[in-house]
């Protein structure tokens, strides 16, 4: 979609297409009703900073629609798609895998969340090492963390979907 047809085009299509980004209801009615944009960038940068808005409310409600690290959405629309790509580079070596799983669960057990990083343009013995890492943080370091990785998810997404 370019930006002409995003701007014109009606909320309840625009909406779906931002939820595929972040499913975060303030930030998809920011963006709906901040239209038109005019260019790629106005929209953007208006994206960027509603996100650099998320706290605990926000990072909870936009990653009921992401998988673990190392595993597959159990969606089947273009959320789930960008998930799998996303994690394409994921697949490392039985070792790593298992690794990942435990860390998966070490983070769980720790934050009360699932582990997001942005996984485009990572192999999985970097993301575990992230994961390694940032076990270590304490719980608003990590929020701030996780926030600011979704934040780079989403708006890979939307400069992935509107051309």
Known sequence: MDIAT???????TV?????????VTSWVDALVDARPFGTLDALLDRADAQAATWGETE??????????IGER???????AALSDREQSGVDGSADTAVRLAAGNRRYERRFGRIFLIRAAGRDADEILAQLEQRLENDAETELAVTAGQLREIT?????????
């Open 155 to 163: 708006l890979l997404r939307l400069k992935g979907l509107i051309a």
């Open 6 to 12: 995003f701007d014109a085009a009606d909320p309840a």
């Open 15 to 23: 909406s779906a297409l931002l939820r595929d980004c972040a499913r």
């Open 73 to 79: 959405h159990d969606g089947d629309g273009r959320s």
């Open 59 to 68: 990072v909870a409600e936009a990653l009921a629609d992401h998988p673990r």
